[in-house]
């Protein structure tokens, strides 16, 4: 499978139509049908014959993670609050431009409520890479230019592609890297290193704890002896916190079977639909993408 993190692409292609910092009454529908067109496309017609069919990975509303995390991605949404672009008005384009696609083309969409792409994506890499179970996929790529992804990197065949530098995203070791990222954390989400407090980066008058050397080594020891599930580790609670935010593996398993169960409604519509891709570039005047 081809797992494109829709959202993400749709966003980065979309400033580069318009341009950083772009007026919002200026965005038409056709902008968004070409933000997602020129990334499904392209991606399909580069890495089909490698890795089979491709899937749509949308982001959805109301994160599992929030309800567990209140402060998860709170300054991202303070920031779009603030913004002179109106997300509102791109959101509902986007969602009238996923089902445009999912009737018209002859491809997977994946939108499930409160799950986030990176959700759909590791579930699905779970339940039907290389596994015998429904689909086998021998080989998966992911892409996005999310680094949250090289934690998958574990399970031979998982490939990620990052648009961002066009290039294939290696990980040595991910077993590692998923460790370091639950100790410090990740800032672009909302979610402190295991040594600061829960609300450290929407609260301005706090700041996190600086991890040092030293204090990353004893952690990193406690993280190898397992002592830092002990409940008498002064690391345990903000590890588990971070854990379950981070570690893809950590998806509740009622999102697991909500996922699962979009997947097989989605391939069968995938299965019984006849689209027309051509008729609804031409009825849209999507001249440039026809070719």
Not at 57 to 69: H, L, P
Not at 188 to 206: A, Q
Request: charged share 30%; proline share 3%; net charge positive.
């Amino acid at each position: 499978m081809i797992l494109l993190d829709t959202n993400q692409i749709m966003i980065s292609n979309l400033f580069g139509i318009k341009g950083k910092g772009f007026d919002s009454n200026s965005v038409t529908i056709d902008d968004i049908r070409h933000a997602v067109l020129k990334g499904f496309l392209y991606y399909n017609n580069r890495f089909k014959a490698d890795y089979g069919k491709i899937v749509l990975c949308y982001d959805s509303g109301n994160y599992w993670r929030t309800k567990q995390f209140p402060h998860y991605k709170a300054n991202r949404k303070k920031k779009q609050s603030i913004d002179s672009v109106n997300w509102h008005k791109i959101y509902d384009f986007f969602k009238t431009v996923r089902e445009e696609i999912r009737d018209n083309f002859k491809v997977i969409t994946m939108h499930v409520e409160t799950v986030e792409a990176d959700d759909i994506i590791s579930v699905l890499i779970e339940e039907y890479h290389n596994r015998g179970v429904g689909p086998r996929q021998d080989k998966t790529l992911i892409v996005s230019s999310d680094k949250d992804f090289q934690q998958l990197q574990r399970i031979e065949g998982v490939y990620q592609y990052s648009p961002n530098v066009k290039d294939f995203v290696i990980c040595e070791n991910p077993a590692e890297f998923l460790v370091d990222h639950i100790i410090r954390g990740d800032s672009s989400d909302g979610i402190p290193n295991i040594l600061s407090d829960d609300d450290v980066l929407v609260d301005e008058n706090k700041k996190q704890t600086i991890m040092s050397p030293k204090r990353f080594n004893t952690i990193i020891e406690e993280v190898k002896t397992r002592k830092i599930t002990n409940e008498d580790s002064k690391f345990r609670r903000n590890w588990l916190r971070n854990k379950s935010l981070i570690d893809l593996e950590c998806i509740p398993k009622d999102k697991k079977k909500l996922i699962i169960k979009e997947y097989d409604k989605s391939l069968s519509h995938f299965h019984m639909n006849t689209p027309n891709p051509m008729e609804y570039l031409i009825s849209n005047r999507l001249g440039e993408l026809i070719k």
